[in-house]
């Protein structure tokens, strides 16, 4: 089971780290859905692992990392079947 939760939060920083480098390199936009539901993943998966290693401020951190990631996402898919 160790390997399984080290594998989620290994995961979890991967994901996260490739959306950061898509945005900061300019190949995938803030307002593309796909970016805010990467956020939300990675900080979901960070949000299990740091419940299982109890680090209450990384996983308060990432509560409100995957709140904003979606809000935004749900924002961006509404404009998208309004518009």
Known sequence: MSILIEAIGWSGAAIILSGYVANSNGWLDREHWLYQFVNLIGASAFIFYTLVHQTWATMTLNIIWAGVAAN????I?????VG
Do not use: Q, V, W
């Not at 935004?72 to 924002?75: D, K, N, S, T, V």
């Open 77 to 81: 898919l509404r404009r998208r079947n």
């Open 72 to 75: 935004a996402l749900i924002r």
